[in-house]
């Protein structure tokens, strides 16, 4: 048994066994910046949009693979700046919100904390559009900045090693690590749990985008990440390289014979200048990150995780749930307006049954995507509800089963006293939301059957969900919200689950706004 059970377990206790550093205390004049600088690099700006006719609706024409201006979009839609936040809401930032130093920008993907520290980098490969070379991406500029110059594909293709299949004939690849200080400043120890979440999200985002186009995103997650790490000039220790993600291009063809590029391992020219003066090192972070560094050799063979496949839904008699309606917001639109609604649900409109079934059905039918999971494998995840106000359900948990598109009910009764009372924060009023869904996985078994790597999978699942569950939440006209926050032992013991390995890992809450809240535009400002 590896650290990462013993991380796994600290996690789901932590609610009422505290991880160390207990008596911790962000220094938040002290703060890292909330992207990676690098201060001499040249920043190349991206096009700004698709055109209109394109941008919000899913009417669009199939792509032979990706363009310039087609990954800039992406790139917007995912990680970009789209707004600033500046809504009144119930989360405990806002009376910083108006200061600009302080600001708080909206983007497509969901991120814990607001933080953001993944790194997107491109590895820029012959038959691209711009000159071969690393390149990272710059959030508040929208642009590309160049690292290095050179094609350095094949050093990536050869961190993939043997076995990483279709990945390795892309010639355009997209790099993402994460810096851990950017997270462990406010989240210490819990801060990996939370970044393995924060890639999945990231990644679910980009493949929700692509199929508007016909397009797939595939992540690797097996490599030779300390040869990553060095193409990108970060210290292993410091920063994880989490995924790597291989794009097809439109025009571009397989890659030269014998790797052509750059022969020999090149190493960024521009590195990132840190801000914060002083940085420090949590041992319970670093020992899970060592646990989970990824060798391209651990790679798990197809099926392995066949054996930590999601359990049947468990629960009383069925009860059907509509079909599912197609949303009305176009993914792209959907992903520029997510937000979370902190503390802004009201009961007074239940969830209308359609759309709480399509949130249903479309995280059960999220998948994270990896080479290690087979395309027609069983899922990962299982589904579970507490409704609260919801048209023609009765107040009560219960058992999502997708196969059946049916609820199985699993403890009769409003739910609300109990969701508030094992929720830390007081950002939410759960019991306003509609339904609170909370997904799981069987961590344990994933970590038994592919090793410790496999605790950046789990995240990452769960992150995925989240994702498409904001997604389709915002594409509805509802609100949403997700949250860490809660003793996830009384999950465990108030869904039945005690006995079984399903780690119910976050909650995410679904309902209907108060009309007309107060916002502040800053655009017309």
Not at 275 to 301: Q, Y
Request: hydrophobic residues 40%; charged residues 20%.
């Amino acid at each position: 048994m590896g650290y990462a059970h013993v991380y796994a377990h600290e996690i789901m206790h932590r609610g009422r066994v505290p991880m160390e550093p207990v008596d911790f205390v962000p220094d938040w004049a002290d703060r890292p910046r909330k992207a990676k600088f690098h201060p001499d690099a040249e920043t190349l700006p991206l096009p700004a949009a698709l055109p209109d006719a394109e941008a919000d609706t899913d009417a669009r024409r199939p792509a032979a693979g990706f363009t310039l201006p087609l990954l800039s979009a992406m790139l917007r839609d995912s990680y970009g700046l789209t707004g600033r936040r500046l809504a009144v809401q119930a989360n405990t930032d806002l009376a910083a919100l108006p200061h600009y130093t302080q600001a708080n920008w909206s983007r497509g993907t969901a991120s814990g904390g607001g933080i953001y520290p993944v790194g997107i980098h491109w590895a820029a490969g012959p038959g691209g559009p711009l000159t071969p070379g690393l390149y990272h991406y710059a959030p508040h500029q929208h642009g590309l900045r160049r690292l290095l110059t050179g094609d350095v594909t094949g050093q990536v293709r050869d961190a993939l090693g043997s076995g990483a299949g279709a990945a390795a004939e892309a010639t355009q690849y997209l790099v993402l690590s994460v810096k851990y200080w950017q997270n462990a400043f406010k989240y210490n120890s819990f801060s990996f749990h939370a970044v393995s979440m924060d890639v999945g999200a990231l990644v679910q985002t980009w493949r929700l985008w692509a199929a508007q186009y016909g397009l797939r995103i595939d992540t690797v997650l097996w490599f030779d990440e300390e040869r990553l790490a060095r193409l990108l000039g970060v210290a292993p220790e410091e920063e994880g390289v989490f995924a790597v993600v291989p794009l097809t291009w439109e025009g571009a063809g397989p890659p030269a014979a014998g790797g052509g590029g750059l022969t020999a391992d090149v190493s960024a020219r521009h590195r990132d200048v840190e801000r914060s003066r002083r940085v420090l090192a949590f041992e319970t972070l670093l020992r899970i990150h060592e646990a989970t560094t990824g060798r391209a050799a651990d790679r798990p063979e197809p099926g392995a995780l066949d054996a930590a496949a999601a359990l049947p839904p468990r629960g009383a008699d069925p009860l059907p749930l509509p079909p599912p309606p197609a949303p009305p917001a176009a993914t792209g639109r959907a992903l520029r307006e997510r937000r979370s609604s902190f503390g802004r649900f009201e009961a007074s409109r239940p969830v209308a049954a359609e759309e709480f079934a399509a949130a249903l059905a479309d995280c059960a039918a999220t998948r994270y995507g990896t080479e290690a999971e087979r395309p027609d494998g069983p899922p990962l995840t299982s589904l579970y509800a507490f409704v609260n106000h919801v048209e023609g359900i009765a107040p009560g948990a219960y058992a999502y089963d997708p196969a059946a598109h049916t609820l199985r009910p699993v403890k009769p009764g409003p739910p609300g006293p109990f969701l508030q009372r094992t929720y830390f924060l007081s950002n939410y009023n759960l019991e306003q939301a509609g339904a609170v869904l909370v997904p799981t996985v069987r961590t344990t078994a994933v970590l038994d059957s592919v090793g410790d790597r496999g605790y950046r999978l789990v995240g990452g699942t769960i992150g995925a969900v989240a994702q498409t569950f904001y997604t389709t939440a915002t594409a509805f006209g509802l609100g949403a919200g997700v949250a860490l926050g809660f003793d996830n032992i009384a999950y465990i013991e108030e869904l039945g689950l005690t006995g079984t390995d399903e780690a119910p890992l976050l909650i995410m809450l679904l309902g209907h706004e108060r009309p007309r809240p107060a916002d502040f535009r800053h655009e017309t400002a």
